[in-house]
């Protein structure tokens, strides 16, 4: 009787929080985890989330080998869309003033047309015309090189290079007569490129004319307010893409033609063709250029050392001018792009469609940029409105 009111005066020893009176550590209860058998939990994930991922997949898959099989279309429903924008303030303008869309839309886009095939006609003529008179004097051209007369056979002799000549001249003759099957295969690229610019044009025609309605309903089908908030970066970004397009087209044109009256004075052959040369590759962002420029003074120097030297100077002069003075000032109203994002589109652009996407690319930067800034400063404005109502609460 005596252990057991020891053994009661010792539990009651034990205070509450698990700590004997007279220990100095505590004591520790059994975890309560091993008080109770362990379970396995598993969780099962419903059918219809799996089959949606499935299906969800699937789709995705789909969608981008249509776009691969497509990529030639929707590449000239993009430059038609990109053409589109560029004449569209012009219709508008002259549909503002009273005139009919269809038949604003059908001037517009005669004027656009004349002016691409008068350039083209330009620059392909001469070349057509040198090839055509190249044909029929290369035999002869051919065997006064070998007896070493000519342009041609005098500047071979004089360099000791009329044995190296008449080696190749045989094989250059060989190469000539082989020309059919590259001459197919060129004729084939030609056909494809003019079924491409028809295609362009007349997907061009139509979006010039049916753009309101088109606007109209996709805009239809949002809220008033989103609508109007897409309706104003479009006309924004669309406005961002002409300014830098039509001022780009200024310098070129300005480029051409400084380069043209150079090669004139100085009586350079081509002077027109390398003229035009000049204002459509200077088109291209960052390299256009140096492109342009490289061909074009190797043809002044062969034609005179004086020709090259001043063409050199009129190059790097008009340069200097275009960077710190025409651009500036011809594309003020345009849309101010970061160097690197630049760089960044222009390969891009390069990479997925060639010189077509390098032209296409920094104006679909521009666009890009108008739009995400929009959101941004729609964005900030909210949280700021959001803000001032807490405070004022």
């Not at 004591?27 to 985890?33: F, R």
């Not at 091993?34 to 991922?53: G, N, Y």
């Not at 969800?56 to 000239?76: M, N």
């Not at 500047?155 to 020309?179: C, F, G, N, T, Y």
Request: net charge positive.
């Amino acid at each position: 009787m005596v252990a057991d009111h020891d053994n009661e005066r010792t539990e009651s020893e034990v205070t509450a929080d698990g700590t004997s009176a007279g220990a100095t550590e505590p004591v520790v209860p059994p975890p309560a985890i091993f008080s109770k058998p362990l379970r396995q939990v598993t969780e099962h994930v419903p059918i219809k989330t799996i089959v949606a991922t499935i299906a969800l997949v699937i789709v995705a898959g789909v969608c981008v080998e249509l776009v691969l099989a497509l990529r030639r279309i929707l590449g000239l429903v993009a430059i038609a869309a990109f053409f589109a924008i560029m004449l569209n303030p012009a219709v508008d303008g002259l549909h503002r003033r009273g005139m009919r869309r269809g038949l604003a839309t059908l001037i517009v886009f005669l004027l656009g047309f004349t002016a691409a095939g008068g350039l083209a006609y330009l620059f392909l003529h001469p070349i057509y015309t040198s090839v055509q008179h190249l044909s029929r004097d290369l035999p002869n051209i051919i065997k006064r090189t070998e007896e070493g007369k000519g342009t041609i056979g005098r500047l071979l002799k004089q360099h000791h290079l009329d044995k190296w000549a008449k080696q190749q001249i045989p094989k250059v003759q060989k190469a000539l007569s082989h020309l059919g099957g590259p001459a197919l295969s060129v004729a084939r690229r030609i056909v494809s490129g003019a079924a491409g610019v028809a295609t362009v044009m007349v997907l061009t025609f139509l979006m010039l004319l049916e753009a309101p309605e088109m606007t109209k309903s996709a805009l239809s089908l949002m809220p008033a307010e989103r609508a109007a908030r897409v309706q104003r970066i479009a006309r924004d970004a669309a406005r961002s893409v002409t300014g830098y397009v039509l001022g780009n087209a200024a310098t070129s044109l300005i480029a051409g033609t400084v380069c043209y009256i150079t090669l004139r004075l100085f009586g350079v052959p081509f002077a027109g063709v390398f003229g035009v040369w000049v204002a459509l590759v200077d088109l291209l962002p960052l390299v256009g250029g140096l492109l342009a420029g490289v061909p074009t003074v190797a043809i002044a120097f062969i034609h005179s050392p004086k020709a090259g030297i001043v063409t050199i100077i009129v190059f790097i002069v008009y340069q200097q001018v275009e960077n710190h003075v025409l651009n500036p000032f011809i594309m003020s109203r345009t849309v101010r792009l970061n160097p690197l994002w630049v760089i960044l589109s222009v390969l891009v652009g390069a990479e997925l469609a060639g010189i077509a996407g390098a032209l296409l690319a920094i104006p679909i930067a521009g666009a890009i940029q108008v739009v995400v800034r929009n959101l941004w400063d729609e964005r900030a404005t909210r949280l700021l409105a959001a803000a001032a109502a807490v405070d004022t609460n």
